[in-house]
């Protein structure tokens, strides 16, 4: 099923959850907005891959803010903004496990010849593509820095 047929169901079924669905039918409205606004501004609707991208760009988003609602010590917000990870990461890719990406990570480093931390670029240009939507780009990113200082 698309992507935009599954976000105009389950905003149905949210919907009739009432109490129950209201934070799904938050962060689908949501997404729902965001797809629009980019459907706007691209003139033409949105494929799964670019709805999958403009997901996981709202994914990151949450990440990046929670440690600096734990150093106020807000932990309502840090418990909404895990529960709208959740919800997000329904409509995302199965995400790869930590040594899929490494083997992506070690293949890349191969086909790149990469020979140290300084070659990082190289290798995150090759890998970014195969991990989209499917790994947390910090997470992707680490693990990269962390091969290629293993090989100076």
């Known amino acids: ?24 039918l938050s962060v689908i409205r ?3 907005s965001a797809i ?8 033409e609707s949105l494929s799964d891959e670019e709805i999958i991208t403009l997901i996981s760009r709202e994914l990151k988003q949450r990440r990046e803010v929670i440690p600096e609602y734990e150093k106020k010590g807000r932990t309502d917000v840090i418990d909404t903004l895990n529960q709208e990870i959740a919800v ?22 191969a086909e790149t010849g990469a020979a140290g931390p300084k070659d990082m670029g190289k290798v995150m240009g090759k890998i970014s593509a195969a991990t989209k939507g499917k790994a947390d780009g910090r997470l992707v990113s680490s693990l990269v820095k962390e091969m290629l200082e293993k090989l100076v």
């Open 1 to 24: 099923m698309p992507l935009m047929e599954q976000l105009n169901q389950e905003m149905k079924e949210a919907m009739k959850a009432k109490e129950e669905g209201k934070l799904k």
């Open 30 to 32: 949501m997404v729902k």
């Open 36 to 43: 629009k606004y980019q459907e706007i501004e691209k003139g």
């Open 88 to 109: 997000l990461m329904t409509y995302l890719p199965k995400q790869l496990e930590e040594g899929e990406i490494r083997s992506l990570i070690a293949a890349a480093i």
